[in-house]
């Protein structure tokens, strides 16, 4: 579905993501953690299209994708989320996923208003985010949990079949991180899904395979339970 091998990025002296491979594989949740500076999110920022790899190919279904635009990224079916949520303070939950349907790349507001009614997709994917009922709030009234839930909704909407979560929990309590468990394992099967999380027991739980980065290497790719009992990952990873 969607593979990287070789894949390289060299920031002046720090080579923040180093030869890494990994696959996703269809209908997967596959969690990749590491320590900070591990090169996670510059991993994300690769495959989305924001930063251009150094070396190395992405690969998307049958096409080698690097060089693409991250809009263009986005229209060939991969979304993402953001470690900082990103929306329209006085635009409301419904405006949003209307923004989200007609305008992938939250950059134009111009196709606003259309006639299209949108309104039974609004109300699914708000109902599966757990915002059925804040479909009228401005963003800014939301929770910060809720804000959460929103961006998931935005990539809902996008009509991706690979998602990108990239630290969907933080700041999360412990109630809104269940909720967020509820939301992603639902999302199984239907969605292939990368997984950036620092919340450990949240990719144990949910994840069907880790990849493990360190020092922009991979270092252990394996099932939770067998990262769990890698050596190397104990030592490097979980301080043990
Ligand atoms: N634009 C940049 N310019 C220079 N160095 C960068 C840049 N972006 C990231 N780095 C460096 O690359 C390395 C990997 O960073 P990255 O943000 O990908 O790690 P991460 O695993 O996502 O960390 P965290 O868990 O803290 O978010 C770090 O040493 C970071 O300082």
Excluded: C, W
């Excluded at 579905?1 to 180093?18: H, P, Y």
């Amino acid at each position: 579905m969607l593979s990287v091998s070789g894949l390289t990025k060299q920031f002046d002296a720090v080579v923040a993501v180093d030869d890494v491979d990994f696959e996703l594989r269809p209908g997967e949740i596959h969690g990749l953690i590491g320590p900070n500076g591990a090169g996670k999110t510059t991993t994300v920022n690769l495959i989305t299209g924001e930063l251009e790899p150094t070396s190395g190919t992405i690969r998307f279904e049958d096409d080698d994708i690097v060089g693409l635009s991250p809009s263009a990224i986005t229209r060939r079916g991969i979304g993402r989320s953001f470690q900082v949520v990103q929306y329209f303070p006085d635009m409301t939950v419904r405006e949003h996923l209307h923004l989200a349907l007609r305008d992938p790349t939250r950059t134009v507001l111009s196709s606003f208003g259309s006639s299209e009614d949108d309104t039974d997709r609004i109300e699914s994917i708000a109902s599966r985010v757990h915002l059925g009922d804040r479909l009228d709030v401005p963003a800014k009234s939301l929770s910060h949990g809720e804000k959460r839930f929103l961006d998931i909704g935005f990539v809902l909407a996008l009509d991706s079949e690979v998602i990108l979560f990239d630290e969907p929990a933080a700041g999360l309590n412990a109630s809104e991180t269940e909720e967020l468990k509820g939301i992603i394992e639902s999302l199984r099967s239907e969605y292939t899904i990368l997984l950036i999380e620092h919340d450990i027991e949240l990719v144990r739980a949910i994840s069907d395979r880790i990849t493990v980065l360190h020092n922009g290497k991979v270092l252990a790719t394996g099932t939770p339970d067998e990262i769990v009992a890698n050596d190397d990952v104990k030592e490097v990873y979980l301080g043990e």
